[in-house]
């Protein structure tokens, strides 16, 4: 076998079959990426910082619930008298003033209150007036009229008595007037008793249960 004596021509000869061996080599396996153990790349993700959180939105307060209407008071002939009643042109007439002409047609109203004396779940009115003057005053008379009438009442207290004040409460079906009185020697200026009276209606009229008259 003849040797070759070019070395121009050897050095050509290696370089094909070196270039003919890396084509037809298998192709190199990737390179592994890092495990979260082996520390490669903690150095930027430090660097980086943790990754930002979401926004937390503020904490809302549920809203409070609707207020509850306020009851309406019942209407006339279920509750009790109706609020609407003008209570010292009614008065005027079961008093029986006699009208002036410079005096109004109205009674002068001490008291005025509800309360279901009669059992029967409405509220009676309680009205305790007098009528008007200009001079010197007139005797209290306190009235009861029922839920269904505004015209005549069921009692009427101060027909024995001259009355210049009273201190009108109930309790239950029970009315007690307390009141300072004139006897029938006393001046009209100067109350000289103090009455106290109770009624009590018993299913068809009031009646007296109570009645104690001092001396001032």
Known sequence: MRQVRNPG??????????AAAACSAPP???AAAPSADS??????????GPAPSPS???TT?????????????????????SSDVD?????????????????????EVQHLGHADLTGDGRRDAIVAASCPTTTSTHAVHVFVFGADSSTEPLLTIGKDAYLRTVDVRTRGRVLTVDS????????????????TQSWKWTGSAFTRTAFRSTKL
């Open 39 to 48: 520390g490669v790349g903690s150095a930027a993700s430090q660097a980086a």
């Open 28 to 30: 190199a396996a990737p």
């Open 9 to 18: 021509l050897l050095a050509l000869t290696s370089c094909a079959i070196a």
């Open 180 to 195: 300072e009185a004139l006897s029938d020697d006393a001046p009209l200026c100067c109350s000289d008793l103090r009455i």
């Open 87 to 107: 209570w010292k042109r009614v008065a005027f007439r079961a008093l029986g003033c006699k009208h002036h002409a410079d005096l109004p047609k109205r009674a």
């Open 56 to 58: 937390t939105s503020p």
């Open 61 to 81: 307060r549920p809203a409070p619930p609707p207020a509850t209407p306020a009851e309406k008071s019942p209407p006339a002939g279920q509750g009790g008298q």
